[in-house]
C-alpha cells in the first residue's frame, strides 16, 4: 500500500515556513529562492485542498488546517532525523552545550551520561553548571535543564521548545548519627521541630510538609542554609540536622547508606526540573536525539 503523502521537498519548505512565519527566512535555510518556496507551498495547498497560510503585507501566519497539519509533520522529521543519526551516526562529529544546575548535574545527570555516550560516541558533550538559571540564549547551551514551574518569560511563545522532565517529590532525609540522636520519638513532628538543613528558594517547604500531614506549624531552629541541594546534603551528613529534598538528589546518599528516610511523609512538588531547547536549534539531530534518550530515560 503506498503512503498518501505529499513530495518530501513540500512538507520540509511547509515546516520552515511554519517554523520562520516567513518564506523569505524558509528560504534562506533551505538555500533556496522566496519564489521557489511560494511555489512549493502553493503547490501542497492545491494537493490537499486547503490553505495552509495566510498571505499577509509582511510575512505570512498559519490558517487553522495549517496549524493543525504542522506538529504532525514537525514530528515525522524530528523521527527521521533521531532514526538517521542513532542508527547512521551523525555526518561528522557534533557537540551539544547542555546547561544544568550543579546539583541536577552531579546527583542525576552525570551518573547516566555514560549510557548516551556509549549509544551516541559521535557526539560531544559540554556541560556548563549553574546555581540559578536565567535567560537562555544562543550564546549559552543548545539544552538548559531548568527548575521551575515551566512558565519561562525568556522563552514566550515556546512552548514547544520545553519539556517537563518527570514529576518530582520532596522527602525527608538525614544521617544514621543523627537519626540516633533523635531516640525512640522518631516522628515527622519531632524531625520538624529539630535542627533541619534548608535549601535557598525552597523556603516554606518545611511548613507546607507539616500542613499536609495536620501538624501544628512549629518554629524550628535556624540551622544551615545552601544555595544547593547538593551542598545541603553533604552538611546533612555532617549529623546536624535533617533536609528536605528532592527524592531523585537523595537517591545516592539513600543507595549508599550515607544517609537515611527517617519518615515515609513526602511532599509533591509544585515545581519541576524541565528540559528547555534553545529555539534556533530544537530541530538539530544532537538536540533531539539527547532530548528524546533524556526524557525516555528518566521517566523509565
Given amino acids: ?7 518530501v521537498g513540500w512538507l520540509r ?6 517554523r520562520h512565519n516567513s518564506f ?5 535555510e533551505l538555500n533556496m ?3 521557489a518556496i511560494s511555489h512549493q507551498i502553493r ?20 490558517t487553522d488546517m495549517g496549524a493543525a497539519y504542522v506538529p504532525a509533520v514537525r514530528r515525522a522529521f524530528e523521527d527521521l532525523s533521531i532514526a538517521t543519526m542513532g542508527i547512521f551516526g551523525s555526518l561528522g562529529d557534533k557537540t551539544l552545550r547542555i546547561r544544568v544546575p550543579i546539583s541536577y548535574a552531579t546527583l542525576v545527570l552525570v551518573p547516566i551520561l555514560p549510557e548516551f555516550r556509549a549509544a551516541y560516541p559521535g557526539i560531544e558533550l559540554q556541560l556548563c553548571t549553574t546555581v540559578w538559571g536565567d535567560g537562555l540564549n544562543q550564546e549559552s547551551a543548545d539544552v538548559d535543564i531548568r527548575y521551575g514551574d515551566g ?5 514566550p511563545g515556546q512552548s514547544g521548545s520545553f519539556e517537563k522532565i518527570a514529576d518530582e517529590r520532596s522527602i525527608v532525609v538525614c544521617c544514621p548519627e543523627y537519626l540516633k540522636r533523635l531516640g525512640d520519638d522518631v516522628s515527622l513532628a519531632r524531625i520538624c521541630s529539630g535542627d533541619i538543613v534548608e535549601i535557598m528558594g525552597c523556603e516554606g517547604m518545611w511548613e507546607d510538609l507539616m500542613k499536609q500531614n495536620g501538624l501544628e506549624i512549629v518554629q524550628h531552629p535556624t540551622g544551615v542554609k545552601s544555595d544547593t541541594s547538593l551542598v545541603a546534603l553533604e552538611y546533612a551528613m555532617t549529623g546536624q540536622g535533617a533536609v528536605l529534598v528532592l527524592d531523585a538528589f537523595a537517591k545516592p546518599y539513600l543507595d549508599s547508606g550515607r544517609l537515611v528516610q527517617p519518615v515515609s511523609a513526602s511532599l ?7 528540559l528547555l531547547k534553545r529555539p534556533d536549534s530544537q530541530h538539530a ?6 532530548s528524546e534518550w533524556m526524557l525516555n530515560r528518566m521517566r523509565s
Fill in 151 to 155: 512558565y519561562w518569560v525568556d522563552l
Fill in 43 to 62: 503547490s501542497l495547498e492545491k494537493r490537499l485542498g486547503f490553505g495552509l497560510f495566510e498571505r499577509l503585507p509582511r510575512g505570512v501566519r498559519l
Fill in 285 to 290: 539531530p544532537e538536540v533531539l536525539l539527547f
Fill in 24 to 28: 523569505a527566512a524558509a528560504a534562506g
Fill in 1 to 7: 500500500m503506498g503512503y498518501q503523502l505529499p513530495p
Fill in 268 to 274: 509533591p512538588g509544585e515545581q519541576a526540573h524541565y
Fill in 13 to 18: 519548505a511547509f515546516e520552515a515556513a511554519a
Fill in 33 to 35: 529562492t522566496s519564489a
